[in-house]
């Protein structure tokens, strides 16, 4: 019995360290230019980016829904990182908006919609300046094309090129917002880093039933 016992715990400790391992995309590279939206996939867990945008004021209150950019524009992938592109006048960086002018020159973000649950541990964010700050939100699907955000940081920002993980210990989700709303914000997303969360449920339930049959057996 201590024997079944003992390999079943390390049953659940391989398959718990398997699941913490940390995953990370990077998005440059090749120049793909701009899409809809981009797929990725890595150790069996689909990305998918998409560019959405919204008018934030400098109270940081939402003058407007979050809507995806329209299907002209969208996503784009360049040799640096992902970047946006609004509108046919708008760059291909994440970059904030003209608050008197949204049509124009609106807020951006880059949404990131995983398969499965996953712990997000962060992103670097390249061509970050002093100017530049950055934000991460939880996103919630209310219904198709309509998204619910919940901050996680607002306006995290430096002097150099910053590499985001380590800013929280993770957040676990499926889909997160990373986004820009100062009207010098100018940035790109090279990479995001992720670990897919273990079911321990499912895990203990298996080990339970195999403590089971043991205990069957010996009676």
Do not use: C
């Not at 230019?33 to 867990?45: N, P």
């Not at 524009?73 to 609004?86: A, E, I, M, Q």
């Amino acid at each position: 019995m201590y024997k079944i016992v003992v390999l079943v715990l390390a049953f659940l400790v391989s398959n718990t360290s398997q699941a913490n391992f940390i995953s990370v995309i990077d998005f440059t590279g090749n120049n793909e230019g701009v899409e809809q939206s981009f797929d990725f996939a890595i150790d069996g867990v689909s990305v998918n980016v998409s560019a959405w945008n919204v008018n934030v004021n400098d109270n940081q209150e939402f003058e407007n829904s979050w809507h995806q950019v329209d299907s002209n524009y969208g996503v784009y992938k360049g040799r640096t990182g992902l970047g946006v592109k609004s509108n046919e006048k708008d760059g291909v960086d994440l970059d904030g908006g003209l608050k008197e002018s949204f049509s124009r020159d609106p807020d951006e973000g880059l949404l990131f919609e995983f398969s499965e649950l996953v712990n997000f541990y962060g992103f670097f964010a390249s061509e970050l300046g002093s100017d530049d700050d950055i934000n991460l939100s939880l996103v919630e699907f209310i219904s198709p094309g309509v998204i619910k955000t919940t901050d996680i940081f607002v306006d995290i920002g430096s002097s150099e090129n910053e590499d985001l993980f380590g800013i929280f210990p993770g957040v676990q989700g499926l889909a997160f917002m990373v986004w820009v709303d100062g009207k010098t914000d100018d940035v790109r997303i090279d990479d995001i880093g992720f670990t897919r969360v273990p079911e321990p449920s499912t895990l203990w339930l298996f080990a339970l039933a195999i403590i089971s049959i043991t205990v069957r057996k010996k009676a």
